[in-house]
């Protein structure tokens, strides 16, 4: 089958959407099959015509980005609630009790749907108490003692816990919403006249969710009736006489009752299940994107080796270090095309790598498929609507759900025990055994047969690293490429390019953004006549320095991506404000280049050298041209520094060593080049050793002595 040429992906742009193109905010006034048609938001006058092909070009080139949702109700009014602060810009006591006071709702949802029935008064407040204790763990424990803090929180009461599940309702399921904030004395709701006619009224409108199946003008004419009967007995006693509603009124109780409630009541409680079920039976999954399943796979490595007959001819040594090694890989598969999206190797599943394949999916990897030598590149990136997940650890985990939440992606976790409902990854994982197998089995066994004089046993030097290349190159030049009768003889690869061109996709998210959701923040960052310092790299603006100038010396919160270091976003005013470098560093460089170069410069005792950033720069073009670069970018390696272990080399390559450029570097960064690997011809052969560039450098006597962060 022919392999058709990816030209471009149709991007979805609702009219609730803000387009941004050229620093202009645009909304949506018409599109179809060919262009998108613009206006500005603050000139109704001027609009502008786009094709798909320039608008998915734009994003690409960083011209252009779609904040989705921009301007309905719950976006704005989250933007007036918090602004555009992620929950890493609160502090842990507000984030705790937010999701505290999801718990509750998420347990008063259940209840509901359970039993049909909305509880109230009384009812809510024991229920609340009792969820209380059971979101908190702390249902059956003994009473803290008096002279020790206790860090629970107490149930609600049920007016504050009705505000705080209008609100999360209203803000369409937003966490942040449920953060504290100061609003002041609030509304006072105005008392009810007559305690004994509103409690006829409410009697009478219950009465709508029953098996009789009244109308409202009918239960109008009962409590009126209802109310002109007490009213003569009051009158014969001498007593106060109620009062009847009026029509809005009394409509207004009836629609205060849930919907589910109202229809379990007038056509049974086996209708109201069947009517609000969610439908999983069946898939109408057209559009990329639309639906994306993500799951762990296990893969044992010596098992592997052992079925395709590769084991017995591998070292002893090597036998030794790959005899343990259980790799998880946490893919992310698109339902509409069966296209592999993502596919992040661990040794142990972990929320690092679900947050890292959401990153991925949404990411350009053509670089990825490159390195691994794939001949098919790697095209799929989208912004998924849906994504279904398991109910394991590293999916449920909070900075899991706030990175979803953050991309604006619905997550779904259909019941524990039930496979079937994400069907599409798990037939994933059974053909792509078969495939992998396959692909051992015929090409690493033949390039064994075909050398002859080749001594396998003796110069096997395969990594783990290289058996993560070797699967992704498999499911690009096989899997991808392979005829499937889920798509009606159509492959992968083909599926995506042509739904991607009929179909419109959610836009991918731009630099900013992505730092903005998956970068790493540091706090206490100064501003000085520089800028701000962060690596080494100093970035400066005017609008900073005007910052610098109003407040003075304060610290202030850093956020930076290590695969792009040519800008950080500093917090300011619980705004964040983009800051590009100013030494001409562009996109391309990543953390892993710059940690790189400066280890080179400091083992070579050139830091006092005039043009540092120069003697860098040639650090970087020698590690490209090596062809290290690419594999590094790639990042697709499991073995993956830890957070502790980064901050440790930061302080030990940049804290206390003179890091200072005069002037912008004159010399040019070359383009990534890939290294020379066997693997990528077909054979096994023995390769040079790599670059360890995340490892502690060995810095001659000149850097300050610090035992404590000689090495992590």
């Not at 024991?126 to 008096?146: A, H, N, P």
């Not at 006619?197 to 709508?208: G, H, K, M, T």
């Not at 989208?382 to 939440?405: C, H, K, L, Q, W």
Request: glycine share 6%.
């Amino acid at each position: 089958m022919t392999m058709l040429e990816h030209k471009y992906s149709r991007i979805e742009i609702g009219l609730r959407d803000r387009f941004v193109y050229n620093s202009n905010n645009y909304v949506v006034i018409s599109y179809d099959d060919r262009y998108y048609r613009f206006q500005k938001e603050d000139d109704v006058h001027f609009e502008m015509r786009l094709s798909h092909e320039e608008i998915y070009q734009a994003i690409l080139d960083q011209k252009a980005t779609v904040s989705y949702d921009y301007h309905t109700k719950s976006g704005s009014k989250m933007r007036q609630i918090i602004g555009d602060k992620v929950l890493a810009d609160f502090s842990d006591d507000f984030v705790k009790l937010a999701r505290y006071r999801e718990h509750l709702i998420l347990k008063y949802e259940q209840y509901c749907a359970e039993n049909f029935r909305t509880p109230r008064g009384q009812e809510l407040e024991g229920l609340l108490k009792t969820w209380s204790l059971q979101v908190q763990g702390v249902e059956g424990k003994r009473k803290s003692r008096c002279d020790k803090t206790n860090d629970t929180f107490g149930p609600p009461t049920v007016k504050s816990f009705h505000r705080y599940l209008k609100e999360f309702l209203s803000c369409e399921r937003d966490m942040r919403s449920l953060l504290p904030r100061h609003h002041g004395p609030g509304y006072r709701h105005q008392a009810i006249e007559c305690p004994e006619s509103y409690q006829i009224w409410l009697e009478v409108a219950r009465s709508y969710a029953s098996r009789r199946r009244p109308s409202k003008a009918f239960l109008l004419k009962v409590v009126h009736a209802r109310i002109f009967e007490e009213n003569e007995k009051r009158s014969q006693a001498g007593l106060k006489l109620l009062l009847a509603p009026k029509r809005k009124r009394f409509e207004s109780l009836i629609k205060a009752m849930d919907e589910i409630e109202v229809v379990a009541g007038r056509d049974g409680p086996a209708f109201a299940r069947a009517y609000y079920k969610s439908k999983m039976a069946g898939y109408d999954i057209e559009r990329p994107g639309q639906r994306v399943e993500f799951d762990d796979w296990n893969v044992d490595l010596m098992t592997l080796l052992v079925e395709c007959g590769i084991w017995g001819k591998l070292s002893p040594v090597v036998q030794a270090n790959l005899q343990k090694v259980r790799l998880w890989f946490c893919t992310a598969v698109d339902a509409a095309t069966r296209y592999v999206l993502a596919l992040k190797a661990t040794f142990e599943p972990n929320s690092v790598a679900v947050i890292g394949a959401l990153e991925m999916m949404m990411s350009d990897k053509t670089h990825i498929s490159q390195t691994v030598g794939a001949k098919t590149p790697w095209i799929g990136l989208v912004r998924p609507e849906t994504a279904y997940t398991d109910n394991g650890g590293p999916y449920i985990s909070d900075a899991t759900r706030d990175a979803f939440m953050l991309c604006k992606v619905d997550l779904t976790r259909p019941p524990a025990g039930h496979p079937e409902k994400r069907p599409f990854i798990e037939s994933l994982f059974k053909t792509l055994s078969g495939y992998i197998l396959a692909f051992f089995d015929g090409g690493t066994q033949s390039s064994v047969a075909k050398k002859g004089d080749y001594n396998a046993e003796a110069n096997a030097t395969l990594t783990v690293d290289e058996f993560v290349h070797l699967f992704i190159r498999a499911i690009c030049d096989i899997y991808h490429n392979q005829p499937t009768a889920r798509l009606n003889g159509n492959t992968p690869h083909n599926a995506w390019v042509e739904k991607t061109s009929q179909y419109n996709t959610r836009a991918v998210p731009s630099r900013n953004e992505l730092r903005h959701i998956f970068g790493t923040t540091v706090d206490n960052k100064k501003i000085t006549s520089a800028g701000i310092t962060n690596w080494g790299v100093p970035y400066n603006s005017e609008v900073l320095q005007s910052v610098r100038r109003a407040k003075g010396k304060q610290l202030y919160k850093v956020r930076y991506h290590q695969n792009c270091l040519s800008a950080i976003s500093v917090q300011i005013d619980g705004k964040w404000l983009t800051v590009n470098n100013t030494i001409g560093m562009d996109h391309t460089v990543t953390l892993a280049e710059w940690i790189y170069a400066r280890k080179q410069l400091l083992q070579a005792n050139q830091e006092k050298v005039k043009d540092q950033l120069v003697a860098m720069y040639t650090a970087i073009n020698d590690l490209r041209r090596a062809g290290e670069s690419a594999a590094l970018r790639a990042g697709i390696s499991p073995h993956m520094p830890t957070a502790h272990g980064m901050k440790l080399l930061a302080q030990q390559l940049f804290e206390g060593h003179d890091v200072q450029f005069s002037q912008r570097a004159d010399i040019e960064l070359d383009d990534v080049e890939l290294s020379d690997d066997p693997l990528r011809r077909g054979q096994v052969m023995p390769i040079a050793h790599r670059t360890s560039v995340l490892a502690a450098p060995e810095i001659p006597a000149v850097v300050e002595d610090n035992d404590d962060h000689s090495q992590f």
